[in-house]
Protein backbone atom coordinates (compact mmCIF):
# COMPACT_ATOMS: atom_id res chain seq x y z
CA UNK A 1 0.00 0.00 0.00
CA UNK A 2 1.20 3.61 -0.73
CA UNK A 3 -0.18 6.83 0.76
CA UNK A 4 0.56 9.99 -0.99
CA UNK A 5 0.68 13.56 0.23
CA UNK A 6 1.31 16.35 -2.40
CA UNK A 7 3.16 19.98 -0.93
CA UNK A 8 4.20 22.65 -3.28
CA UNK A 9 1.14 24.04 -4.75
CA UNK A 10 0.36 27.88 -4.34
CA UNK A 11 -0.49 31.41 -6.52
CA UNK A 12 1.73 32.41 -9.05
CA UNK A 13 2.22 34.47 -11.88
CA UNK A 14 2.18 33.94 -15.63
CA UNK A 15 5.43 33.30 -16.72
CA UNK A 16 6.52 31.96 -12.84
CA UNK A 17 7.48 28.64 -11.24
CA UNK A 18 6.32 25.91 -8.75
CA UNK A 19 7.65 22.96 -7.93
CA UNK A 20 5.49 20.35 -6.54
CA UNK A 21 6.56 17.81 -4.28
CA UNK A 22 4.43 14.13 -3.49
CA UNK A 23 5.49 12.15 -0.08
CA UNK A 24 4.57 8.60 -0.19
CA UNK A 25 4.89 6.41 2.59
CA UNK A 26 4.62 2.45 2.35
CA UNK A 27 7.13 -0.13 0.78
CA UNK A 28 6.22 -0.20 -2.84
CA UNK A 29 6.93 3.60 -3.65
CA UNK A 30 10.33 2.53 -5.03
CA UNK A 31 8.92 -0.23 -7.62
CA UNK A 32 5.60 2.00 -8.37
CA UNK A 33 5.21 4.11 -11.43
CA UNK A 34 4.51 7.63 -10.33
CA UNK A 35 1.89 10.19 -12.39
CA UNK A 36 0.86 13.71 -11.72
CA UNK A 37 -2.65 14.62 -12.92
CA UNK A 38 -4.41 17.78 -12.95
CA UNK A 39 -7.89 19.11 -12.63
CA UNK A 40 -9.40 22.50 -13.31
CA UNK A 41 -12.72 23.82 -12.09
CA UNK A 42 -15.23 22.63 -14.30
CA UNK A 43 -13.36 20.08 -16.11
CA UNK A 44 -12.35 16.09 -16.06
CA UNK A 45 -9.45 15.17 -14.71
CA UNK A 46 -6.90 14.58 -16.96
CA UNK A 47 -2.62 13.43 -17.23
CA UNK A 48 0.46 15.66 -17.05
CA UNK A 49 3.21 13.30 -16.56
CA UNK A 50 4.41 9.89 -15.34
CA UNK A 51 7.64 8.50 -14.62
CA UNK A 52 8.86 4.94 -13.82
CA UNK A 53 10.10 3.33 -11.01
CA UNK A 54 14.01 4.31 -12.32
CA UNK A 55 13.28 7.51 -13.28
CA UNK A 56 14.54 6.75 -16.77
CA UNK A 57 11.22 6.98 -18.60
CA UNK A 58 9.13 10.11 -18.16
CA UNK A 59 6.13 11.16 -20.61
CA UNK A 60 4.38 14.43 -20.47
CA UNK A 61 0.79 15.56 -22.10
CA UNK A 62 1.27 17.41 -25.19
CA UNK A 63 0.28 20.96 -23.07
CA UNK A 64 2.65 20.63 -20.76
CA UNK A 65 5.76 19.31 -22.66
CA UNK A 66 8.84 21.75 -22.98
CA UNK A 67 7.68 23.18 -19.42
CA UNK A 68 7.23 20.52 -16.63
CA UNK A 69 9.69 18.30 -15.53
CA UNK A 70 8.80 14.95 -13.57
CA UNK A 71 11.73 13.25 -11.04
CA UNK A 72 11.63 11.31 -8.08
CA UNK A 73 13.87 10.63 -5.51
CA UNK A 74 13.48 7.19 -4.01
CA UNK A 75 15.85 7.07 -1.35
CA UNK A 76 13.66 10.08 -0.15
CA UNK A 77 10.21 8.62 -1.67
CA UNK A 78 9.35 11.22 -3.44
CA UNK A 79 8.61 12.22 -6.91
CA UNK A 80 8.06 16.13 -8.01
CA UNK A 81 6.76 18.21 -10.91
CA UNK A 82 8.90 21.12 -11.52
CA UNK A 83 6.45 23.58 -13.96
CA UNK A 84 8.08 26.51 -15.61
CA UNK A 85 6.53 29.07 -18.02
CA UNK A 86 2.89 28.84 -15.79
CA UNK A 87 -0.08 30.02 -18.07
CA UNK A 88 -3.27 30.67 -16.27
CA UNK A 89 -4.70 27.44 -18.19
CA UNK A 90 -2.62 25.61 -15.76
CA UNK A 91 -4.63 26.80 -13.14
CA UNK A 92 -5.92 23.30 -11.56
CA UNK A 93 -5.85 21.10 -8.39
CA UNK A 94 -2.89 18.91 -8.81
CA UNK A 95 -2.92 15.42 -8.34
CA UNK A 96 0.06 12.72 -7.68
CA UNK A 97 -0.45 9.10 -8.01
CA UNK A 98 0.86 5.73 -7.89
CA UNK A 99 0.54 2.91 -10.68
CA UNK A 100 2.25 -1.19 -10.70
CA UNK A 101 3.07 0.26 -13.91
CA UNK A 102 4.83 2.25 -16.25
CA UNK A 103 3.06 3.80 -19.57
CA UNK A 104 -0.63 4.75 -18.57
CA UNK A 105 -2.03 7.93 -18.75
CA UNK A 106 -5.58 7.24 -17.90
CA UNK A 107 -6.62 7.67 -14.35
CA UNK A 108 -7.90 3.85 -13.61
CA UNK A 109 -4.70 2.48 -13.99
CA UNK A 110 -3.41 4.03 -10.78
CA UNK A 111 -4.49 2.62 -8.07
CA UNK A 112 -3.48 4.90 -5.25
CA UNK A 113 -3.74 9.04 -4.67
CA UNK A 114 -3.04 12.39 -2.69
CA UNK A 115 -5.17 14.87 -1.59
CA UNK A 116 -4.19 16.86 -4.50
CA UNK A 117 -2.89 20.84 -4.17
CA UNK A 118 -4.13 23.47 -5.63
CA UNK A 119 -1.98 25.59 -7.76
CA UNK A 120 -3.53 28.91 -9.61
CA UNK A 121 -1.86 31.26 -11.98
CA UNK A 122 -2.53 34.41 -12.40
CA UNK A 123 -2.51 36.59 -15.82
Known amino acids: QVQLVESGGGLVQAGGSLRLSCAASGRTFSSSAMGWFRQAPGKEREFVAA????????SYADSVKGRFTISRDNAKNTVYLQMNSLKPEDTAVYYC????????????????WGQGTQVTVSS
Open 51 to 58: INWSGGST
Open 97 to 112: AASPTYGYTRQRYYNY
